[in-house]
């Protein structure tokens, strides 16, 4: 807390120190959480940990369906190895939900469901061309994926989505994509700070 109000605590912090702190908060927490699936420290994981973290949110009323979905990866799929680099990269998607529920709504509505090829042009397009190699498309359609091959997209946004609820990432990038119920969010905690 010293960075943030000073030694004897009374120093005001601007918004833009805020939303920097908030930032670096959310990578050492992505960094934290790669590590931990990182035990023997080889700098990778595995498929199934990347699993895992992707659903470590999900509704606890559901999540068994997922855990089996991940013991129930093939091999191939589940010995793949993810650097930190990947891991933090595809993350950056939970700070883009509510434009990719959007995209995704409009895409149905005009071609139909989404298939991998789809959600990866989706995710590129929203997502300042962000490309999600081929073993994540392959994990999140095994985890989300309808037996017809298509993703359950809301399904799959949701769990992103509690995700950022979770660990409180929207308020990192209240000038991001997502920005307009981030900077009110940021608003009212600063608000709160100060009045309470």
Known sequence: MARFFGEDGSKKLSLSEFKAFLRELQQRLLIME?????????????????ARS?????????????????????????????????????????????????GAR???????????????????????????????????FHLFGRPCGTLDINAFLDCLARRRRANMLEWAHADGADSGSGQLSVLRCLQDCMMG
């Open 34 to 50: 790669f590590l931990h699936y990182d035990h023997n420290h080889s700098g990778v994981i595995t498929g199934r940990d990347f």
């Open 106 to 140: 409009f895409f149905q509505q005009v071609r139909g469901p989404l298939g991998k090829a789809e959600f990866a042009g989706l995710v590129q397009k929203i997502c300042g061309g962000l490309v999600l190699p081929d073993s994540q498309l392959e994990i999140i």
């Open 54 to 102: 992707l659903i470590a949110s999900a509704d606890v009323r559901i999540v068994d369906n997922y855990l089996d979905k991940v013991s129930s990866m093939d091999a191939a799929l589940g010995n793949r190895r993810f650097n930190q680099e990947e891991f933090l990269s595809f993350f950056t998607l939970v700070n883009y939900t509510h434009l990719l529920r959007t």
